[in-house]
């Protein structure tokens, strides 16, 4: 598929003319959504998708905490609780982290590299429309589990589902099946989305947008597809295995008959391990546009940078048993995970102290994608941290499990991921809907959500060495831990009015926000050489690119990159 | 180094689409390939009943004949059409149907023996399991492509195939020699490997 | 709440390890709460080690893998304070200085070689560090050689209990393991435990003794303890294993050696026959209905394995895995709706009248 190359600079596409809109009806939105193969459309859904699945996890480890507050609660029962986690945890990892990566790369990756689509729209609507069923299906369960004719019950196995809780004899009914399907489902969707950004990187670049001056988000999204490609799989291989034992009899987990239950831990790490990284890709793209614009400087060291994502990818395939410390793997399999998992470190050291240089030197613009960003820097170097200590299995006995787990992943995703997510909203605004956030509402939001969560998840690390394991529903009031479990819980109320500073936010930007032009933060990407919103088809005119930040060549003649590169 | 000027937008060259996008999911396939591989070398010696793969499997000759030969018609059926040789093409495209139909009956065949002759089930042992649960996703395999294979030979038949689609040509021929080289690993890892596995 | 204190705050150990560095940052949380110890307990006997802080380890090898522990605490410590210094100087020194300061850009700088270089191997220096520590700690916690006299534990975790054998002894109990103190001068007394899963994957954990193993279905684990001091550790089941899992706790119960003994010597025998009348009846309904499908009392038709071995039930201290203390009004409560303790459980309500609870109580107390 060769490019049609517009010579005219003034030539615009029609507007393409459908039968039967009327503008404004419900209907045509409704149809402008469901039928739309838009990469902008579909990336927006994707986002909107993920921040509604966040509010209901959210909800979700709201209900958790307060159950939590004090020793010996009844808030929840049990089973709700568990189901609360499990739910949680899917949700955040399947339903939020990836769609909203995948919504960032469907809406960026083709303005980026100078291209009028994906390459192939209609697989990408398609992945979108599994996703968001994969979704609508598990929440089902809450309705339908046992099946329509009782009180439903949402799957409780934990996000991990680890064997042999998930077989007929302890998992009964069917909320175990619907956490399978849903996944499998979900997993197509991924798989197809993260294959149709792949092949868009590679044959849709506009003229000299060689792989050398893609933007390190590109780089990022590439990376994030590669390992969607070889990890989700696995995962669907997982969901095929529990199918079939709980449908047809078979083995694979049944260790009353053979089976092996350390089998699923290692299959569903080998697919889980390089999920975290798949979750924390965007995190790493985002702050690699926001800060050197903020900055006013390029990022430091572009080609180490795109080496460290790829290193780590490359070696997140190898340190999945780093979850399994404690299941009695030899000493010689434990030392080489500790090997393997402290080498991750190395890479992610050069990306943070590469972010410092690129701000060092520059001129700082504390807009709030910089500020959210700062915040990242800040959460992501405690969650690095604590994740070497993870790292050293000795330490790990103890850690496993406990609380400091859940306070190291969750400085990673919230403090980490969920951060950069704020800034990259913030950042993309204004080409989204060509309206400027406001930024008093802005800072309220950053403030009140990183104290909130610092007060949520800093006591955790505490709790951690006190001995409170994870998932537990309840726990005696003697143990130590209540007063640092209602800190928390205050935490949450705290991050929780933040959000609603957001989506306030949101809302009254878009309504009432200063218009923004099509270049409000004077950045370099080619993202902002078109208008804001961006019209369907991108670009008028492909650009032809001749360094890493071609709107920098356009604005600086007398300097530009390409005599540095 | 000042390359930029020397570039010229009409020289612009990149990968096809299609054919990234299948070599992508081609890679999918094998990472999905290789969980149930290493289940089944996993298991291979350790089920706690039988049957036992050497008392009930015997070696697929006339299936393997079928389908690697298969890899070479649908290489002869490409040349001529890159040749512009539309009967060749719809000949030699059918042979590859046919091969890949008689590997499915002759996997059938194996599979009534083994439940109905040999009492093996997916769920006898974990070598049941295993067993069922690889061959049969690479006999799944082979179904999808088969029905692709039919697909273009249908539209070859009635005349509609141009000299554009060899795109679509080229990707499904190979979808179908990814799912041959599968087969050498299930050959190996089921058929040579574990018979020879005590139990 | 009732019997909630929120004054009652811990300082976990490590902080006194890195004073005054982090006591800093736990001000924070404990301004105007903090107690700054953990409450006095009224000294029973034996002490119970209520706070499990990993790092106030009270057994060797919770002791030995504090060593790496404490390293990559100090390392990573360190990086922290250093790139925080250096965020805050970019933070403060490049930040924006009026209007006008915008109108210019600031040099453009692509990258440096040198310093990438620099960033790249020391980190790595770090890591190979960390990577030999770590093994020699692994070999020398995991692989460690146990003495032939070692006291061996078989524990075997159940949907949501304890199953506790001592082979060579020939005693089996639930939830409460007894072991002998050892002492860190002197012979060493381990005692080795052989972890193994009736059902689902559990997780063997007692933050002062060791370290966490799993107790996996169809496969064999091991750890070991080595106790300083006599008391009661508390721990918790540390993998999700179903409805219940926090209601899964374990009490270690580290003896003298002379009371260990007495302890053995206990449980070989018989329990006591009962003598009052309500008790007599209890032993009757006990056997009457179906309790004994579950549960197992020595040298009586009671053969059940399905739920704890009620031998000795009546010296244990806890009820239910630990939910509730071992007195006659919560066994009460216990028989008569298990699940209002222990919402999920397996042992179903009975729907005794009160005469067989108030027996079955009687009985059960009988139990020594």
Redesign the interface.
């Known amino acids: 598929m060769s490019q049609e190359i517009i010579i005219d600079e003034n030539y615009r596409m029609p507007e393409p003319v459908r039968v039967g809109e009327e503008t404004g009806s419900l209907t045509r939105v409704m149809q402008q959504l469901v039928f739309t193969v838009d990469h902008k459309k579909l990336g927006l859904m994707y986002i909107g998708a993920g921040l509604l699945f966040f509010v209901i996890a959210g909800l979700l480890a709201g209900l958790m905490r307060i159950q939590l507050a ?4 009844h808030f929840l ?3 709700v609780f ?1 189901q609360s986690f499990t739910m949680h945890g899917t949700t955040m990892v399947f339903l939020v982290g990836m769609p909203l990566a995948f919504g960032f790369a469907n809406y960026l990756v083709p303005l980026m590299i100078g291209a009028r689509d994906m390459a192939f729209p209609r697989l990408n609507a398609f992945g979108f429309w599994v996703f968001f069923f994969s979704g609508l299906f598990l929440y089902f369960s809450y309705v339908g589990a046992p099946g329509l004719y009782a009180a439903g019950s949402a799957p ?1 196995v ?1 996000w991990f589902a ?1 064997s ?2 998930t077989t007929k ?2 998992s009964r009914g069917h909320s175990t099946d619907y956490w399978t399907l849903s996944l499998l489902l979900g997993g197509i969707g991924s798989v197809a989305t993260a294959l149709n950004i792949l092949v868009t990187v590679f044959c849709m670049r506009c003229p000299g947008m060689t792989l050398g001056r893609l933007p390190i988000f590109v780089w990022c999204m590439v990376v994030l597809s590669f390992l969607v490609i070889l990890a989700l799989p696995c995962l669907s291989a997982c969901q095929i295995m529990i199918s079939l034992d709980r449908y047809l009899g078979a083995k694979f987990f049944d ?1 009353q008959a ?5 089998l699923w831990q290692h299959f569903f790490w080998i697919f889980g391990h390089p999920e975290v990284y798949i979750l924390i890709m965007p995190a790493f793209a985002i702050t690699s546009e926001v800060i050197p614009v903020f ?4 990022i ?5 940078m795109v080496a460290a994502v790829v290193a780590i990818a490359f070696i997140s395939l190898g340190v999945w048993a780093h979850h399994m410390f ?3 793997m030899v ?1 010689l399999a ?2 080489f995970f ?2 393997s998992t ?2 991750v ?2 890479p992610t ?2 990306k ?3 972010w ?2 690129t ?8 807009e709030l994608p910089l500020i959210f960003c ?1 915040g990242f ?2 959460q992501f ?2 969650a690095g ?2 994740g ?2 993870l ?12 609380y400091f787990v859940v306070a190291h992943f969750h400085y990673v995703l919230i403090g980490g991921l969920l951060f950069t997510i704020f800034a990259g909203i913030y950042y993309w605004y204004p080409k989204a809907f060509g309206k400027m956030p406001d930024h008093k509402l802005g800072l309220w939001h950053f403030w009140l959500f990183t104290i909130g969560f610092h ?1 949520t998840f ?2 955790q690390h ?1 709790l951690g ?16 831990w ?3 479990n ?2 928390s819980t205050i935490g949450v109320a705290i991050q929780a009015a933040g959000i609603l500073f957001f989506v306030y936010n949101l809302i009254y930007s878009y309504i009432w926000g200063k218009k923004s032009g099509d270049d409000p933060w004077d950045a370099w990407t080619l993202e902002w050489a078109t208008t804001s919103p961006p019209p369907e088809y991108n670009f008028a005119k492909l650009p032809v690119v001749k360094s890493r930040r071609p709107l920098w060549d356009a604005k ?1 003649p007398e ?1 530009p ?1 390409w005599k ?2 | 180094m000042n390359y930029a000027t020397t570039e010229n937008p009409a020289d612009w060259k990149l990968p096809s689409p299609r054919k990234l996008g299948i070599l992508t999911l081609i890679l999918a396939e094998s990472a999905l390939f290789t969980i149930f591989v290493v289940a089944y070398l996993f298991y291979m010696g350790k089920s706690l009943n039988g049957p036992y793969p050497h008392e009930v499997l015997e070696f697929p000759l006339l299936g393997t004949i079928a389908l690697f030969s298969s890899s070479g018609t649908i290489f002869l059926a490409e040349r001529c059409l890159h040749a512009g040789n539309k009967p060749g093409f719809s000949l030699w495209w059918g042979v590859t149907a046919a091969l890949g139909v008689y590997f499915l009956y002759f996997t059938g065949a194996e599979w009534y023996h083994l439940i109905f002759e040999k009492n093996l089930t997916l769920a006898s042992n974990t070598f049941g399991t295993t067993f069922y649960s690889l061959v049969g996703l690479h006999a799944f395999h082979v179904i999808v492509g088969v029905l692709l294979l039919l697909g273009i030979l249908i539209s070859a038949l009635r005349g509609r195939l141009h000299s554009d689609h060899t795109e679509h040509v080229e990707a499904i021929s190979y979808y179908w020699h990814f799912v041959d080289c599968i087969w050498i690993v299930v050959l190996t890892v089921v058929y040579i490997l574990s018979v020879r596995v005590p139990q | ?1 009732a ?8 300082i ?3 902080l006194k390890t890195f004073t005054p560095f982090a006591t800093a ?2 001000l924070i ?1 404990t301004a105007g ?1 903090a107690s700054f110890a ?1 409450e006095p307990q009224a000294t029973p006997t034996p002490e119970i080690h ?6 106030q380890p009270l057994s060797r090898p ?1 002791e ?2 504090l ?3 404490h390293l ?2 100090l ?2 410590l360190g ?2 304070l250093v ?2 210094a ?2 805050a100087y ?2 403060i020194k ?3 200085r009026g209007p006008e ?2 109108l210019e ?8 070689y040198n ?2 270089m620099a ?2 191997v020391i ?2 220096l770090i ?1 190979f560090v ?2 030999l ?3 020699r ?3 020398e ?3 460690r050689p146990m003495p032939e006299d070692a006291l061996q534990i078989r524990l075997i975790g159940h ?1 949501w209990w304890w199953e506790i054998q001592y082979p060579e002894l020939g005693i089996i109990t639930a939830n409460e393991i007894h072991v002998p103190v050892s002492s860190k001068d002197g012979k060493p007394r381990p005692t080795h435990i052989i ?1 193994e899963s009736a ?3 559990h ?1 063997f ?1 007692v ?2 003794l ?5 107790l ?4 064999v ?2 750890t070991w303890i080595e106790p300083f001091k006599t008391g009661v550790f ?14 899964m ?1 374990l009490r270690v119960i580290v003896q003298t050696p002379e009371d260990f003994q007495k302890w053995v010597e206990n449980q070989k025998q018989l329990p006591s026959e009962p003598k009052d009348v309500i008790a007599i009846q209890g032993k009757k309904d006990f056997y009457d209905l179906s309790c004994v499908a579950c549960h197992k009392i020595d040298s009586t038709p009671a053969e059940g394995v399905f739920g704890p071995d009620l031998t000795k039930f009546a010296i244990r201290q806890t009820l239910g895995a ?1 939910v509730a203390a071992n007195t006659p009004e919560n066994l009460h409560a216990w028989l008569f709706q298990p699940d209002s303790l222990k ?2 459980c397996y042992m179903p309500d009975m729907k005794l009248s009160p005469q067989q609870l108030d027996s079955l109580v009687a009985y059960l107390q009988t139990l020594k």
């Open positions: 004090f020793p010996n609660n029962p049990p089973d568990n409780d934990g680890y042999p809780l004899a302890f260790t053979g089976g092996d239950a350390v900055s006013r400087k390029p430091f060291g572009y080609p180490i404690c299941v009695g000493s434990n030392a500790v090997t402290l080498l470190s190395i050291g050069i943070i102290f590469n410092l240089a701000m060092y030197g520059g001129k700082l613009r504390f700062i820097l800040f170097l405690i941290l604590t070497v200590m790292a050293v299995a000795p330490f790990t006995w103890q850690l496993s499990d406990s007060v800093l006591p505490f060495f006190l001995g409170m394991p994870r998932r537990i529903y309840t726990y005696q009031d003697d143990r130590g209540d007063t640092m209602l800190i600086h300097d990159d540095h590169e | 709440m019997g909630v204190s929120l004054f009652r705050f811990y976990p150990g490590f940052a736990l949380f709460t953990a209520r706070i499990a802080d990993i790092f919770a030995l893998l060593e790496p522990t990559v605490l390392i990573c990086i922290f790139v925080l250096v965020l970019v933070l490049f930040r924006p300061d915008h850009e600031p040099p453009q700088v692509y990258g440096s310093i990438e960033w790249t980190p790595c890591v960390l990577v520590v770590s093994a700690s692994i070999v916690i995991q692989d949907q972890l059902d689902v994957i997780s954990w933050p002062q060791a370290g966490k193993t799993d996996v279905p169809n496969r684990n091991h508390l721990g918790n089941c540390a993998e999700y294993c179903g409805t219940q899992h926090a209601n706790l630990g919402p999920g």
